[in-house]
């Protein structure tokens, strides 16, 4: 199995930052992708972006130029650099990492972390 572990989401004030961190740990033979994703209330969860194995990344049109994603593979941790950031934002952010563990490779899904910006 693979945990994921997010931390750094908050309240910030319109045009600030913030960083979300994501790291797996567990059962890991490999990982592909990892990713963010945010769910707002009464909205379905949409991706914000994606990295793949080979740091090839893929933003949400919303967030291009404020947002970057990144990984250290070393320590199986994706980052989330959210700058400039609008009360539109707000939401729960969830990690997603696909992984393998044992012979299967699947989704794995952080328990989320609320970001919130004011206006």
Known sequence: QVQLVESGGGLVQAGGSLRLSC????SIF???AMGWYRQAPGKQRDMVAIITSGSS??????????????????????YLQMSSLKPEDTAV??????ARSGTVTRPYWGQGTQVTVSS
């Open 93 to 98: 952010y969830y990690c997603n990492v696909v």
């Open 30 to 32: 490999s990982i592909n």
């Open 23 to 26: 790291a797996a740990s567990g």
């Open 57 to 78: 990344t893929n933003y949400a049109d919303s967030v291009k130029g404020r947002f970057t994603i990144s990984r250290d593979y070393a320590k199986n941790t994706v």
